[in-house]
């Protein structure tokens, strides 16, 4: 019962930090930096600063949608961030380039994050199956059900990874906004606000992860 209503706190909270998410960034995206870099060109001069080569800035579609993708060594930003010379577009993008610096300096949580990205992959697109059909044959397979546990266990511990992973990038693009005066003392608080919000989103996925799997050990250790 307790679970239960964990996991739909979750998903109100959820609904809540994304709507909250999108007029933080909405307002901010208003904000002209006091810098007037873009977001591709906040990218950059951070990449050069701390002396990484081979990383490119493009630009792809979407809102909200900026990511960096360590397999091909590109920061992907949105449209808005990309052109956008707000507080909003230099947080975002400045945000995404601290993965990749994370990236180059071997960051040890981004490390055991990237490790387990195949058997992730492999448990996201199996793991629903198994615990379908751990529940359905429980009286026959019981180890079935486990089995399924033990896949989600990986989805949650990839998502319990992410935090510190995010936290940092957020941590390492704000000290080096300030710090090279892209932001001023006006300017920092909102994009520290900004990406605190986003960050949001990985906790509170982390702990609806976390609910979900301590309900499945408990119909298992029920069942059993």
Known sequence: ????VILIGVMVASFIIQRVLQRK?????????PGGLSGAEVARLMLERNGIRGVEV????????????????????????YSGRSVAACAV??????HAIQHAKGYAPLKMRTALVPMVTFANNTVQWVLLAGVLLVT???????????????????SLLTLP?????????VTWLSSEGVLDAQTKPMAVDALKWAAYTYVIAAVGSLATLLYYISLASGRR
């Open 1 to 4: 019962m307790y679970i239960w």
């Open 165 to 173: 992973v995010e936290i940092d990038a957020s941590s390492r693009a």
């Open 140 to 158: 026959i397979t019981p180890a079935l059900l486990w089995l399924g546990i033990v896949l989600f266990a990986l989805t949650t511990l990839f």
């Open 25 to 33: 960034f909405d307002k901010y995206s208003d904000v002209p930096s």
């Open 58 to 81: 493009v630009s792809i579609d979407g809102k909200l949608t900026d990511h960096y993708n360590p397999k091909d060594s590109t920061i992907n930003l949105s449209r808005d961030v």
């Open 93 to 98: 993008a400045a945000h995404e380039t601290g």
